[in-house]
């Protein structure tokens, strides 16, 4: 089976000498797992150091943000341009700590098509806070997705990768059960389908939170996702290795 694995190294690691060093380690773990595409999202100002000098077809670069407009004054950011620029195929966008700092459902909708317009995957990224008995969530993740999909032509939207992480299961202890991940792909689809049309049937869905070498496999086989998308173990070679090759087995 054919899983797609996003490493996303956040603010790590603190030197160019170690994240080429890590890079050195995601590359052969991805070159030995040949069913597992892995997409390496270092901080910016590595990526293309480490892209221009990766000649091989098994891994693939995003960015971890980018900014909608096309240029200007944007103290700190980056565009979608500068992105694709440095080699990047895809981009994150709406990741939690990013919400966190302030970006809304309406930023996320026009970085989607930004994106989407430059040639670059949107991995668009949505999940609530909190869980209540009351299922209040449901509705959180559809506004999500409502807005993240508003501006995408019908024939792009199987172009979106949707990564459900609910903000509560972020840099925890364990992940969320990967039944109720389950019940989560069922309504992300549908929520897209009702919305949006069928191409919404072809939307591949991933899972971030907690995620390493130990639950990515029941994840994968339970959950009825396509991929994961990894935080604190794609930053240790070793773990982050396992966790590929165990996914290569698959
Ligand atoms: C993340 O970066 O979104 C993430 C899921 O982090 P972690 O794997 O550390 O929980």
Redesign the pocket.
């Known amino acids: 089976m054919k899983s797609i694995v996003v490493a996303?190294w956040?603010m790590n690691p603190a030197t160019f000498k170690e994240a080429r060093k890590l890079f050195e380690a995601t590359r052969k773990a991805a070159e030995s797992a040949k069913n597992v595409a892995v997409i390496v999202a270092p901080p910016a100002i590595f990526l293309r150091e480490l892209s221009v000098g990766y000649k091989g077809k098994r891994l693939s670069f995003a960015a971890q943000n980018a900014h909608y407009e096309a240029g200007g004054a944007f103290t700190g950011e980056i565009s979608m341009s500068e992105a694709r620029d440095a080699k990047c195929s895809s981009v994150i966008i709406g990741?939690?700590e990013r919400r966190g700092m302030g970006e809304e459902n309406d930023d996320t909708r026009r970085k989607v098509v930004a994106a989407l317009t430059i040639g670059l995957t949107p991995v668009l990224?949505v999940g609530e806070r909190t869980r209540s008995q009351s299922g209040e969530h449901f509705e959180f993740v559809r506004e999500q997705l409502v807005a993240g999909f508003a501006d995408v032509p019908p024939a792009k939207i199987p172009r979106v990768i949707i990564v459900y992480?609910p903000v509560w299961?972020?840099?925890?202890e364990r992940p969320m059960n990967a039944r109720d991940m389950h019940e989560m792909a069922i309504f992300i689809r549908k929520t897209v389908v009702d919305r949006y049309g069928q191409g919404g049937m072809n939307l591949k869905i991933l899972y971030?939170?907690?995620?390493d070498e130990s639950n990515a496999e029941d994840m994968i086989q339970n959950g009825d996702v396509n991929g994961l998308?990894?935080?604190?173990?794609s930053t240790d070679a070793e773990k982050f290795s396992a966790l590929v090759s165990a996914l290569g087995a698959l």
Request: with cysteine.
């Open positions: 996303n956040k990741h939690a990224c992480e299961a972020i840099g925890a971030g939170g907690s995620i998308l990894v935080g604190r173990a």
